[in-house]
């Protein structure tokens, strides 16, 4: 089979739910369950300059939505689980014994050394951590003897907080979270219903081959590396079981134009129409978290720039793709400022200097769809940076219909485009995001 570079990123976004309408009503969970169907995993991360990821990328399939609908699935319902998957990422609970193999791993030492080395030195103590835990879900900083340490950043974490995570990545607790994405640890098994915990266990390569079976679903199309990096896998084990979801007829061989390796097409990848509409997507949506797949598809060099100081950044702290049809045609530098209830554009840069009357029409319409959804009446443009902050700043405003939050939803009346001043760039973020444990991570 040969592909096209457009034929290859309209599969890829077909297989990423781009293909479909957003809906035109009152947004479900049944909407989110074919998000997630499409994704099969998400990614999640603490930062929330803008939003938190886990909100962002579903925005970007569904639009403005109650972003309680997430926590409601995932968090009180127990229909989506975290584990470690693509770093700390939501999955369907269903999908628990495709994750066993690596909690085993985790058991064996083949986790970080500091989580290791708390259940070594310190075995009583995780045995009380647990029971406490079996009493009651718990905060870390709820355990009755936390045991804080000095230090600098992880290096401060508590005793406790260590013991939590190694009983997390070993399979004993769960996660599931509270308000400010604090971590509230429950066992496992009552978050896990019982039928599914009865399944019987996959050995490794067959969990690495139904993993792999799910990636190239929501790939669409791809490497072995790429099928490799989507739940990041062990890579040394991975062709053999690419080779079998092969010759199973799972997985398809192509060449795709600019493509220096093989690739391997989905069976279930249709040549849907071209994928809709638009989307700005956080820097860690399946779209574009593995870098190199991003210039591959489109051409887009992308890197996110949270750790390098600010006098050196290129484009900014949290600068989020613009999507329209099947291209990346622009970056957006944003940051929701709640409160003064705006969502700021700090810097906008156009793909290729491309800055036309349709790209700019539609990232307005996009600006003021996320602002809805981050529960701000507002979107101004208050940097100076970039080909496309003059043309926004003549669209940005105030908003009309309906502004969700938290809070429920509230209407907003129209309001003169008032001028606005430059600001400063975003302050740090809440939260680290280097792949610690449970905390959400970084993006390859």
């Known amino acids: 089979m040969r592909l096209s570079a457009s034929a290859a990123r309209r599969l890829a976004l077909a297989a990423q739910g781009f293909a479909d309408p957003r809906p035109r009503g009152r947004v479900d969970r049944r909407h989110l ?16 300059v803008v939003a938190r990821t886990q909100y962002l990328v579903l925005h970007a399939r569904l639009g403005p939505h109650d972003p309680d609908l997430l926590d409601r699935i995932a968090y009180r319902h127990d229909e989506w689980m975290e584990t470690w998957a693509h770093e700390a990422s939501l999955v369907p609970v269903t999908d628990e014994p495709l994750y066993r193999w690596s909690r085993a791993r985790a058991e064996a030492g083949e986790t970080w050394g500091s989580l290791v080395r708390v259940a070594r030195e310190h075995p009583d103590y995780v045995d009380e951590v647990l029971a406490q835990v079996a009493e009651r879900p718990l905060a870390a900083g709820e355990l009755t003897d936390p045991r804080p340490r000095a230090g600098e950043w992880w290096g401060s974490r508590s005793l406790g907080s260590l013991a939590l995570d190694w009983l997390f990545r070993t399979g004993r607790v769960g996660i599931r979270r509270r308000p400010g994405f604090v971590k509230e640890f429950d066992l496992l098994e009552r978050i896990v219903p019982a039928e599914i915990r009865a399944l019987p266990t996959p050995d490794e390569d067959e969990a690495h081959r139904r993993l792999l079976d799910r990636a190239g679903s929501a790939l669409g199309v791809a490497t072995v590396q790429d099928l490799a990096d989507y739940h990041r896998l062990p890579r040394r084990r991975v062709p053999a079981r690419v080779a079998e979801l092969v010759e199973e ?7 795709v134009e600019g493509w220096e390796r ?12 071209r994928p809709r509409g638009r989307a700005l997507l956080s820097p860690f949506d399946p779209v574009v978290w593995n870098r190199d797949r991003a210039r591959r598809l489109f051409g887009f060099d992308y890197r996110i720039e949270i750790y390098t100081p600010a006098a050196q950044r290129r484009h900014g702290y949290y600068v989020l793709p613009f999507l329209l049809g099947d291209r990346l045609v622009a970056r957006v530098d944003l940051k929701t400022d709640r409160g003064a ?15 036309d009357g349709e790209l700019v029409e539609a ?3 996009e600006l003021a769809d996320l602002a809805r959804f981050v529960g701000v009446p507002r979107w101004e443009v208050t940097g100076r940076r970039g080909d496309l902050t003059g043309p926004l700043r003549s669209r940005a405003g105030d908003l009309t219909g309906p502004v969700r939050s938290r809070a429920g939803v509230q209407p907003v009346p129209l309001r003169s485009r008032a001028g606005v001043q430059p600001v400063g760039s975003p302050g740090a973020a809440s939260g680290p995001t280097g792949g610690a444990p449970g905390s959400g991570g970084g993006a390859t």
């Open 363 to 365: 990232l307005a319409a």
């Open 249 to 255: 007829g799972r997985l398809l061989p192509a060449e």
């Open 262 to 273: 093989p690739a391997f097409v989905h069976v279930d990848a249709a040549r849907r129409r």
């Open 33 to 48: 369950r074919r998000a997630m169907g499409y994704m099969q995993l998400i990614q999640l991360d603490s930062i929330p």
């Open 341 to 355: 209830g705006v969502l700021r554009v700090l810097g906008a840069w156009s793909e290729n200097g491309a800055a």
